[in-house]
T-cell receptor, first 112, second 110 residues
Framework: SQTIHQWPATLVQPVGSPLSLECTVE??????LYWYRQAAGRGLQLLFYSVGIGQISSEVPQNLSASRPQDRQFILSSKKLLLSDSGFYLC???????????FGDGTRLSIL | DAKTTQPPSMDCAEGRAANLPCNHSTISGNEYVYWYRQIHSQGPQYIIHGLKNNETNEMASLIITEDRKSSTLILPHATLRDTAVYYC???????????FGAGTRLTVKP
């Protein structure tokens, strides 16, 4: 069966510091991969998605970036974090077409 | 994608069926109905999805009206662990964005 792993589970970072969140998927090949952010008490906002290695689509312009160096690895990065980057970051995967997205357990990021 | 409307909260007695409604009156022919739930501090969990036929799996049943303008998620025997926020999402098969709204906060009571 397929599994998705995200780490770390929680992270506290100072303003201006860099960020790297990693997500890996097991048990499937060539998945679509997604990064979402959920602000406190609000819905999910799609940040990036990828349909293949090196292919990244950005949904929201901001100081975050994403990369997909391997088929089942998706990384969310920032060079300098802002206070507004605080939130719950979720990685998800899906196969093609109408198949549902499956989410990881998320990373709760606090910026101080 | 079509907008969905869900009641903000519902209660259900433990062991009884929980019926969660969702209105999606502007749904298009190529849009599927998905249901997820989110327990506090966890990622959303996929429950079930369908296009126009009723669907059932080990977690729940999905009933879609004939005109597809509304649907109901049924948890046949609710337990305390089913307490969560339940989201109804309508999405076209080629759309990458799962647009989660406010959802319904289901509280299962002993």
């Amino acid at each position: 069966s397929q599994t998705i792993h995200q780490w770390p589970a929680t992270l506290v970072q100072p303003v201006g510091s860099p960020l790297s969140l990693e997500c890996t998927v097991e048990g499937t090949s060539n998945p679509n991969l997604y990064w979402y952010r959920q602000a406190a008490g609000r819905g999910l906002q799609l940040l990036f998605y990828s349909v293949g290695i090196g292919q990244i689509s950005s949904e929201v312009p901001q100081n975050l970036s994403a990369s997909r160096p391997q088929d089942r690895q998706f990384i969310l990065s920032s060079k300098k974090l802002l206070l507004s980057d605080s939130g719950f970051y979720l990685c998800a995967w899906s196969s093609q077409g109408s198949q549902p997205q499956h989410f990881g357990d998320g990373t709760r990021l606090s910026i101080l | 994608d079509a907008k969905t409307t869900q009641p903000p909260s519902m209660d259900c007695a433990e062991g009884r069926a929980a019926n969660l409604p969702c209105n999606h009156s502007t749904i298009s022919g190529n849009e599927y109905v998905y249901w997820y739930r989110q327990i506090h501090s966890q990622g959303p969990q996929y429950i079930i999805h369908g296009l126009k036929n009723n669907e059932t799996n080990e977690m729940a049943s999905l009933i879609i009206t004939e005109d597809r303008k509304s649907s109901t998620l049924i948890l046949p025997h609710a337990t305390l662990r089913d307490t969560a926020v339940y989201y109804c999402i309508v999405r076209a098969y080629n759309n990458n964005d799962m647009r989660f709204g406010a959802g319904t906060r289901l509280t299962v009571k002993p």
